[in-house]
């Protein structure tokens, strides 16, 4: 029996693109988190993640270039977390789910959506490069919790006369406004606040629907 060790087969050039790239935008989240987004610089990044500074400008071309991968990248990995939560459930279940799904998140994945966060607020500077990236973000956010809305109003679930693109919104912007004080306050009871905004969802969508199970008006 030979002694000689295993010859590892070699990466082909596709997995060595990927590989540097998950490397580079997992450097780009930790300096995000550290230093901020003036604080990350494609010289930093490339330390970080092992390679040369021309390696970063080479794939990404700039600084904004980079910013715009990582943002795209997590928010690729939200979005394929929240599909497979909520799976083939509509109306009031989905939002419910994707709720537990934020929660999840936060407690499994807390440094990808600082990153992710972080990136969304700062691209309200009208001069942030990347600000086409998180538009198209937030829109199919709210196109996702919109089409599972008014498949609960073609369900009979919730009133027809609800506004789904309104109510989508609302959806959106709670959940944003949360993730925003959890950032800020390190230590809010976000567990607590998870559940006052599941049990929210039902109170709101079917308030004024007798047969939605919510209060009726």
Not at 7 to 16: I, P, W
Not at 189 to 215: F, M, N, W, Y
């Amino acid at each position: 029996m030979s002694g000689a060790a295993p010859v590892r087969a070699r990466r082909t050039q596709l997995e060595r693109t990927a590989l540097s790239d998950r490397k580079l935008a997992e450097a780009a989240i930790s300096l995000l988190i550290e230093r901020g987004i003036s604080g990350t610089t494609l010289i930093a990044i490339g330390e970080r993640a092992g390679y040369s500074r021309g390696l970063v400008t080479h794939r990404f071309g700039s600084k904004a270039g980079l910013l715009a991968h990582v943002h795209d990248a997590i928010a690729a990995h939200w979005i394929e977390w929240v599909q497979s939560r909520v799976g083939d459930a509509t109306g009031v279940q989905a939002l419910e789910r994707v709720v537990d799904a934020l929660y999840e998140f936060i407690v499994e994945a807390p440094d990808e959506l600082r990153a992710l966060y972080l990136l969304r607020y700062a691209s309200i500077d009208p001069a942030a490069e990347y600000r086409a990236n998180v538009a198209k973000f937030n829109k199919a956010q709210r196109r996702d919790a919109q089409s599972w809305i008014e498949a609960g109003k073609a369900a009979g679930e919730l009133s027809p006369a609800l506004d789904a693109h309104i109510a989508a919104e609302l959806f959106c912007a709670s959940a944003d406004g949360l993730i925003y004080r959890w950032m800020v306050i390190p230590s809010l009871p976000v567990r607590e606040l998870h559940d006052q905004l599941r049990d929210g969802i039902r109170d709101s969508l079917c308030a004024a629907h007798p047969g939605g199970g919510g209060k009726q008006s």
